[in-house]
């Protein structure tokens, strides 16, 4: 009869270690790609910029505290220049990373949330509910989702009524949101489902089943591990999506002044007449934030996807 | 044969063959000193473990690399002409024309939205400067001498099974009448009455056509049923190389022994398979001496630290191990860099003294 | 092409139509708030009389499911799209058929312009893969796929309108000219279309190079590839023969999938240039919460995307045999 080798704590203690040391491998191995870490370091700064923008450039400028003239070229007082009301461009600029961040960040969530719910779940019952679903996320991947959102969001709003904030948020923009996530949920599905449906096929999967781990477990307890790496990756793309469709959506109308993001500042710009007028300094700071902040997304999400994910290694 | 050819030279010498890759920095010695030789008519098996070199020592042959892979030192003599000394474009003209090659898992290989008898008349009109017609043709022709119609020739790949493209292959590799063929695994994707099939064909072919075969595989019993000779391979390097019949039922080699204790014998009153413990060498960092010697049952202090030297038995099989040091009973000394050969074609048999032509 | 695989993409089209229509139908009616506002908008001055109307004609009176259903779908069919409240009453269909020839033009000519232009760019680059030419034109796909259209429109505009003044910086036509012939007013609509359509193209090109490139190199890596290089075939024979036309399988499948994508660009696109088009058309019944004139421009647009990808279908079945038998 053989005894177990090691004790249930140092086995805990063995998976730590290895944990760790995979970790460590893997961070060693990203610090490698010139790209991923380019694209972490520019993230750091809007980050950085957008958790406590009040520290860098104090609140955000109304009509009543507006420090300049109007549309003031970038000045010794003002090294952005101002906008059509006389608000420092800087200050808004900042503010806007920590609009922009936020939104893309909450729609993010819950894209993936969706996405990873409805992949799993419709990959490991397969059958009907697997096909119906399935339907619907071809649906959502061959409808103009931005669209849909861009009409959705005025109704919605309009049900809700006025203004207001949730933690800090205004209503009007966690509707965006909420339709950003209701709409790009679906190619995220779509990963997560093929990555399931191979899972399902392993081995142990079946030895769970013998065993008489419910289906509910199953999906939790081993399914959800092995999605994680796909996960991650495509969350960090679809962080860059969410950031460049409410960026549009904000851009076209549906911002909201009290809460500028970077699209709404160039709504604001558009509006005000800037480009026609040439004051390209009301248009680069937050254009350029934008550029940043998506590059800085896919190439970070490209280096992660092509680490976790290897797809095609070199021939024997 | 090509217009440099010496024609008193043998078909292929292949000496001290280096092909290194580069991996994410670090360099890996995927085939480190492989010498062998091949002469009309004859078919050669090389086996060995995945990843042991011997699909990149073939490839090396008509320098079918990735990019991060290139021919590091060695020769390889086709009639005498040195293919490793040529440019990019002068070997392309032997590609095809004197060693083509037959690939596993054939589905891949043919490219999919190309019909197959144009995939098949492509090199005749390409290489061989025939017009279309002509060069259809004679695709015709060639798929009907693998047992293909020839009117299956307008389908896709997609549209034949396994064994008919595999067979589809074989017609494509004879479309300019080469020298030698290279088949690399070419049955392993195929169930065992297509994989008889495919190789009753190969040898059918040979024997018709005159080919030379290079067969590369890690099912033994294929070697064992076509192949003339065959050079085992561990880890970028040659264990034993000889006739079929003598590998077969005397290894030498303990890595030999142990690959064959390893395949299923009906005949052999064996009632189980013996594994091979542990795996092959990280060919970046390999290890000094002998690179079986960390698995070997039965390594001794020297082979971990020297290189063993190849030596020459006269019953034609090559060996490097230590415990076939050169001197032993029926050796016969090698001098560096020659090898021993007696093939199908049966010149006189070899005394051990070098010989001017061998070295081409 | 087989008859079947038409059959099942034309099968699929129509049904993803009907479950436009459906969420067409729901979006706008089964929202919270009162349909008549959606369907009056919120005018104060609306008589009772024309609230009855409306109530008779959309048949709110009914229930939601299968009555107003039905009313809607055969009013759709028929190309009844509502009126718009912005245009005093002028049906949905028509406002929408008067801004289709703009974004037409400018829309269709982007991307013919950058199917060519963008795929060949791709194709080069993942061919010649590792030169200064594939690393800096990777790094501006890069950087132009990481840029919303309007942002590139802008960039057009502020320095070849505003700043060099070779362009006219807004709407399709010069407001109140006079023009001596056909030819004459092309050359105004050309000037007005140059940006617009600089920036429409230079979005497109940028995704589809990147595209195009990634496909290329994936099949640079597939088997019949060496098979092409075994054979001794040239190069340029290898490309146009074997790896082309097989990288261009997936392209044109991406192209398809990303065509929801590029109306956002495009809408965008159209107000930076106020290109009276079908994108500031929405924008203006954004604004004026115009819900009849969204609702039918999410119609079209919906629908114009399912029969693309149709388009898309019937190409690929004509460059892939596999799919064909």
């Known amino acids: 009869m053989t005894t177990p080798v090691l004790t249930a704590s140092q086995l805990r203690r063995e998976r730590y270690a290895l944990r760790a040391r995979r970790t460590r491998d893997f961070l060693r191995r990203f610090a490698r790609r010139r790209e991923g870490m380019i694209g972490i370091v520019i993230l750091a700064f809007f980050v950085v910029l957008a958790i406590a923008p009040d520290l860098f450039v104090g609140p955000l400028q109304s009509a009543v505290t507006a420090s300049g003239g109007r549309l003031e070229p970038p000045g010794l007082a003002h090294p952005l220049g101002t906008d059509e009301i006389g608000r420092d461009i800087l200050n808004l600029t900042v503010h806007g990373a920590r609009i922009s961040m936020i939104i893309g960040l909450l ?48 109704i919605i ?108 500042i160039l709504n604001a710009a ?18 350029a934030s934008i550029v940043l902040v998506v590059l800085a997304f896919t190439l970070v999400g490209g280096a992660l996807d092509d680490l976790l994910n290897p797809r095609r290694t070199g021939r024997r | 044969m090509p217009k440099q050819a010496d024609p008193d030279a043998p078909l292929l010498v292949v000496e001290d063959l280096r092909t290194y890759f580069r991996l994410e920095g670090a360099v890996v010695r995927a085939v480190d000193g492989v010498s062998f030789r091949l002469e009309d008519g004859e078919s050669l098996g090389i086996v060995g473990e995945s990843g042991c070199g011997k699909t990149t020592a073939a490839l090396s042959l008509i320098r079918l690399l990735p990019a991060n892979a290139w021919v590091a030192g060695g020769s390889v003599r086709l009639y005498g002409i040195d293919l490793l000394a040529k440019t990019e474009e002068a070997i392309r003209r032997y590609r095809w024309r004197e060693i083509s090659l037959v690939f596993q898992g054939a589905m891949n290989a043919l490219n999919p939205v190309q019909r197959i008898e144009d995939q098949v008349a492509e090199p005749i009109s390409e290489r061989l400067g025939a017009e279309r017609d002509r060069a259809l043709e004679r695709a015709g022709d060639l798929l009907e001498l693998v047992g293909i119609p020839r009117a299956r020739g307008r389908t896709y790949p997609h549209q034949l099974s396994g064994g008919m493209r595999q067979r589809a292959m074989i017609a494509m590799s004879l479309a300019c009448d080469p020298a030698i063929v290279i088949g690399d695994e070419p049955t392993t994707a195929l169930d065992v009455m297509v994989q008889a099939q495919i190789l009753t064909l190969l040898e059918r072919l040979r024997r018709e056509l005159g080919l030379s075969l290079i067969l590369i595989t890690h099912d033994l019993s294929v070697v064992a049923e076509t192949c003339d000779r065959v050079l085992v391979m561990y880890a970028g390097r040659v264990a034993e190389e000889g006739p079929v019949p003598r590998v077969f039922t005397a290894p030498r080699h303990p890595y030999t022994r142990l690959l064959l204790g390893a395949f299923p014998d009906i005949a052999s009153g064996r009632r189980t398979l013996e594994i091979i413990p542990g795996s092959p060498p990280d060919l970046r960092t390999p290890p000094p001496g002998c690179r079986f010697a960390p698995r070997c049952p039965g390594v001794m202090a020297v082979c971990r630290e020297v290189v063993p030297p190849e030596v020459r038995f006269d019953d034609g099989v090559r060996v490097a191990c230590h415990l076939h040091p050169p001197g032993s009973p029926a050796s016969v000394p090698a001098p560096a860099g020659e090898v021993a050969s007696p093939g199908p074609a049966a010149p006189p048999a070899d005394d051990g003294a070098p010989t001017a032509g061998a070295d081409g | 092409m087989g008859s079947r695989y038409l059959l099942r993409k ?13 969420v067409n139908f729901l979006l706008f009616r089964a929202m919270p708030g009162s349909p008549e506002r959606i369907l009056l908008g919120r005018n104060p001055r609306v008589t009772a009389e024309a609230l009855a109307q409306t109530r008779e004609r959309w048949g709110l009176d009914k229930p939601l499911i299968p009555d107003q259903l039905v009313a809607y779908v055969e009013a759709t069919l028929q190309g009844d799209l509502g009126y718009s409240f912005v245009y005093r009453g002028k049906p949905v269909s028509e406002v929408l058929a008067d801004r289709v020839g703009p974004t037409l033009l400018l829309f269709g000519l982007g991307e013919l ?21 594939d690393y800096v034109g990777n790094g501006i796909s890069l950087i132009l796929y990481s840029m919303p259209y309007f942002l590139i429109g802008m960039a057009l505009l502020v320095i070849f309108a505003t700043g060099l003044g070779w362009f006219p910086t807004y709407g399709m036509t010069t407001p109140g000219a006079h023009y001596s012939g056909l030819l004459d007013q092309a050359a105004d609509i050309l000037g007005h279309l140059a940006l617009p359509l600089a920036t429409v193209a230079i979005g497109l090109i940028g995704q589809y190079s990147i595209l195009m490139r990634a496909s290329v190199i994936e099949t640079l890596s597939d088997d019949y590839i060496v098979t092409a290089r075994a054979k001794g075939l040239r190069e340029d024979r290898i490309l146009w023969r074997h790896a082309l036309p097989n990288a261009l399988l997936p392209a044109v499948t991406l192209v398809a999938v990303n065509l929801g994508y590029v109306i956002a660009g495009a809408i965008t696109a159209e107000k930076v240039f106020n290109w009276p088009g079908l994108g500031t058309l929405t924008v203006e019944a954004l604004e004026a919460r115009d819900f009849p004139v969204l609702q039918g421009v999410f119609l079209l647009l919906s629908i114009s995307v399912v029969l693309a990808n149709l388009a898309a279908d019937l190409v690929y079945g004509v460059l892939d045999p596999r799919v064909r038998t």
């Open chain 3, 113 to 133: 312009i950058a199917i060519f232009a963008g795929l060949a760019i791709g194709a080069y680059s993942g061919w010649r893969r590792g030169g200064l030419v």
């Open chain 1, 157 to 264: 709003r309009d049900a809700l009524g006025g203004g207001g904030e949730i933690l800090g948020v205004r209503i009007s923009l966690l509707v965006i949101v909420v339709a950003i996530g209701i709409t790009s949920w679906a190619s995220t599905a779509r990963i997560i489902r093929s990555q399931t449906l191979s899972i399902r096929e392993r081995a142990f999967i079946d030895r769970a089943r013998v065993i008489g781990a419910g289906p509910g477990r199953m999906m939790r307890t081993h399914i959800l591990p092995n999605v994680t790496n796909l996960i991650v990756a495509n969350a960090v793309l679809c962080f860059a999506g969410a950031v460049l469709t409410e960026t549009a959506l904000s851009y076209l109308g549906l911002g909201d002044p009290f809460q500028p993001s970077w699209g709404q």
């Open chain 3, 10 to 22: 034309l099968a699929q089209a129509i049904l993803t139509i009907a479950m436009i229509l459906l």
């Open chain 1, 270 to 287: 558009d509006q005000a007449g800037a480009p026609g007028l040439g004051a390209w300094w009301y248009l680069v700071p937050p254009g």
């Open chain 1, 107 to 154: 729609a993010t969530l819950v894209t993936v949330l969706l996405g990873v719910v409805i992949g799993v779940f419709s990959g490991f019952i397969g059958g009907w509910t697997d096909t119906l679903l399935m339907r619907l996320t071809d649906f959502f991947l061959v409808l103009p989702t931005f669209v849909l959102a861009l009409v959705m969001t005025p």
